[in-house]
């Protein structure tokens, strides 16, 4: 007697395919898991569809080669849309979702992992994807996918990345976060910052909020507001330490390094 493994819900049940299709393909066809809606709440009738039409094996990029590309905003059917400059901030919310549904309509879909308000990302919408080359397949069932990291680059969302991970490796007892091995080779200030690691056994309670950041092509410089406690050792009073951390960041060999950190309790 065969088991039905798959989920009674009938949603459920296409999420659970969509995973397997998704595994097969990463094994089969070496597609990357970036390729399948990271991080969007696309509809899993809709990522089914079109798991299913990538899955076949004539659908190979080679078929449309001879395919001219038009801009987005023609693809789309070229609609009215008001300038970003033109709108008050309580008219960009409705604005936004209009073009976003008119995206949809056509299977783009877009992506921003970066910190930015809905005015830049409307404006992101309307000024630059919409400039954007597509192919012209519009009765194509195969959707397009675009992230405005990758149109518009912006290094706001690496450097805040590298931050955070810093800090969680920096803080973690085990000197461990997510399999990598805490190591300050790099940091200009490596002594100070491994003196003041060693100097308690623990810390607790860490809480952070990365705070605004003065960025150019090759370097940075970002705070954050922090505060955790110190534990010294069994019957030790823990130090409670609260402020501002800083970090100083270089791009070097096409990834962002973290050069310099001081953290609340060290000396500047």
């Not at 959707?143 to 149109?151: A, K, L, N, P, Q």
């Not at 010294?232 to 130090?239: M, Q, R």
Request: overall charge negative; hydrophobic content about 35%.
């Amino acid at each position: 007697m065969t088991q039905n493994l798959l989920p009674e819900d009938g949603e459920e049940s296409l999420r659970f395919e969509n995973e397997l299709l998704k595994i097969k393909m990463m094994a089969e066809r070496g597609i990357g898991a970036s390729c399948f809606f990271p991080g969007t709440d696309v509809p899993p009738e809709l990522e089914n569809e079109l798991l299913k039409i990538l899955e076949e094996p004539d659908n190979c990029l080679e078929e449309f080669e001879d395919i001219e590309t038009i801009p987005i905003y023609d693809f789309i059917g070229k609609p009215a849309f008001v300038k970003e400059s033109d709108l008050g901030d309580d008219q960009i919310p409705q604005e936004l979702e209009r073009i976003a549904d008119l995206l949809f309509e056509k299977k783009i879909i877009f992506d921003v992992l970066s910190k930015i308000n809905e005015r830049q990302i409307y404006k992101f919408l309307t000024e630059e994807l919409f400039q954007h080359p597509i192919l012209n397949l519009p009765d194509s069932e195969i959707g397009s996918h675009y992230f405005y990291e990758d149109i518009h680059p912006l290094n706001e969302f690496d450097t805040r990345k590298k931050c955070e991970e810093f800090i969680e490796m920096f803080f973690k007892s085990e000197e461990r976060f997510n399999g990598k091995a805490l190591s300050l080779e790099g940091t200009s200030n490596s002594a100070d910052l491994s003196n003041f690691r060693q100097a308690f056994d623990e810390f607790r309670n860490v809480k952070y909020e990365l705070l605004n950041d003065d960025i150019t092509s090759v370097e940075c410089n970002r705070k954050a507001s922090i505060s955790f406690d110190a534990i010294g050792g069994s019957g030790v009073e823990p130090i409670h330490f609260t402020g501002e951390a800083t970090f100083h960041l270089k791009y070097m060999d096409e990834d962002w390094l973290v050069i310099s950190a001081i953290f609340p309790g060290m000396q500047a």
